[in-house]
Structures are given as C-alpha cells and as structure tokens.
C-alpha cells in the first residue's frame, strides 16, 4: 500500500529490479566515508585510550603519588574523549555535508564542505567549516569514551577476580551482572 495515496504500491512503472538497484544505491550511498570515519576512529579510540595511560602512568613515577586504578581509567576515558572528537568532528562534517548534498564518496563530500567556507577562502574560513559541530561532539565523544572504557574497566576488573573454570555454577554471567547492576565496589 502507497502511504501517500492510501492505494497500491506503484513502482513508477520500474520494473522491480532497477527498483532494488535504486534501494541498495541509496543504502549504500556514503559507504566509503562511513568506512573512511569508523576504521581510522575505532583505531585512534583505543591508541588513544592505551598513550593516555602510559601518560598516566609516568605523570604518577614522576610525582611520587599514585592515583587509584579507578581515577586513572576515568581521566584516560575523558581525555580520549577529547582527542577523538578532535579527529572526529571535521570528518563527522564531512560526512553529514556529503549527505546533505547527495556525495557519497569522502573526496567528493570534502569538496563539498570545503565549497561551503565563505568567499574568499582563508585558511580560517576552511577550518571554520570542517570544525562545525565539533562542540556537541566532544560533548558526545566524552560521555561515550567515559562510559565504555569505565565499564570496560570494571569488568576486567571483575573477570580477574574468577577463579577458572568460570562457565561453572555461578560462572561469569552472573559476577558481571551483580557488577554492573551495583557499581559498588568500582571505581575504588
């Protein structure tokens, strides 16, 4: 049924395979900026999440003071927020420009955002259009990089503490549902 008209589905006399090729175009319309945000992101999230506690961990040799094992995943955790979303944020730009105007691939979506900047085009100009938005993703990046590497801490934290075999009774499905449900014992 037509959603518009309340009649038959008409397929404006297409054939339905041009009308399947139409979809899977659209579906992947975009594919290889997708590709070209996520690879380098997931990559850089977890570099950056594994240099900022190294960081960590020679900030705490140098000053003689050590910081519980809780703190110092949170301030890695929000500190990688921070550095993705400076990487993020410009391809995120690039990414939504390029749908908004129908480009799929990244080089034609980087023109795009770049055709954006005001006229002349400064260097100002060009980072002022790639960096649109890069406020509510730092805002977004953290709060995700705070949660995921939190709970990714204090579920190794709580899979270290299982004696093998941990598929027994009582196993491991259990320990990491107490954990999450209470978050007592995490961050100490």
Not at 14 to 23: E, H, R, Y
Not at 68 to 76: K, L
Not at 131 to 155: M, W
Not at 174 to 184: D, N, Q, V
Request: aromatic share 8%; hydrophobic share 40%; net charge positive.
């Amino acid at each position: 049924m037509d959603l518009k008209t309340g009649g038959k589905l008409n397929l404006q006399g297409k054939p339905l395979l041009p009308a399947t090729a139409s979809v899977l175009r659209s579906v992947y319309a975009g594919f290889s900026t997708n590709f070209s945000l996520k690879v380098p992101y997931m990559a850089g999230l977890f570099a950056c999440m594994q240099a900022n506690k190294h960081m960590i961990g020679m900030a705490e040799k140098v000053s003689g003071r050590e910081i519980s094992p809780g703190t110092a995943q949170m301030i890695s955790a929000a500190l990688t927020g921070i550095e993705v979303s400076l990487f993020l944020g410009p391809l995120e730009m690039v990414r939504i420009q390029g749908q908004n105007c129908g480009k799929g691939g990244i080089v034609d979506a980087t023109r795009a955002v770049y055709n954006s900047a005001p006229t002349p085009r400064t260097m100002f100009g060009a980072v002022n259009a790639f960096s649109r938005g890069l406020n509510a993703t730092t805002h977004r990046e953290l709060k995700y990089c705070l949660g995921q590497f939190v709970l990714c801490g204090a579920i190794a934290d709580q899979v270290r503490t299982v004696r093998p075999p941990f598929w027994c009774v009582g196993g491991l499905r259990p320990r990491i549902l107490t954990m999450l449900l209470s978050m007592r014992r995490w961050p100490r």
